[in-house]
Nanobody, 111 residues
């Protein structure tokens, strides 16, 4: 089992930026950031392998950047040019997400 602790969310205006962090209780292989908006299914928004290869869906490509610090068992999500539709609770987990979810961190994009 691996536990995850997400942090860094908040309220930001459209066009703004936030940086999320996720600390894992031990080392992992491919990690991902997921998000769940009210009334919607959880979706994967960024993936990073142990070697640093990344992947994004079109909805966030060019705006979100995932990175990792293997020494700290931590991954990050830099989110730029935020839009109201990015409002959601953001979670991290491995890919695919077989471990229990953490509490997530709320991101609200609103003027």
């Amino acid at each position: 089992q691996v536990q995850f602790v997400e942090s860094g969310g908040g309220l930001v205006q459209p066009g703004g930026s936030l940086r999320l962090s996720c600390a894992a209780s031990r080392s992992t292989f491919s990690m991902g950031w997921y998000r769940q908006a009210p009334g919607k299914q959880r979706e994967l928004v960024a993936t990073i392998t142990n070697g640093g290869s990344t992947n994004y869906p079109d909805s966030v490509k060019g705006r979100f950047t995932i990175s990792r610090d293997n020494a700290k068992n931590t991954i990050y999500l830099q989110m730029d040019s935020l839009k109201p539709e990015d409002t959601a609770v953001y979670f991290c987990n491995i890919v695919p997400p077989i471990f229990s979810w953490g509490q997530g961190t709320q991101v609200t994009v609103s003027s």
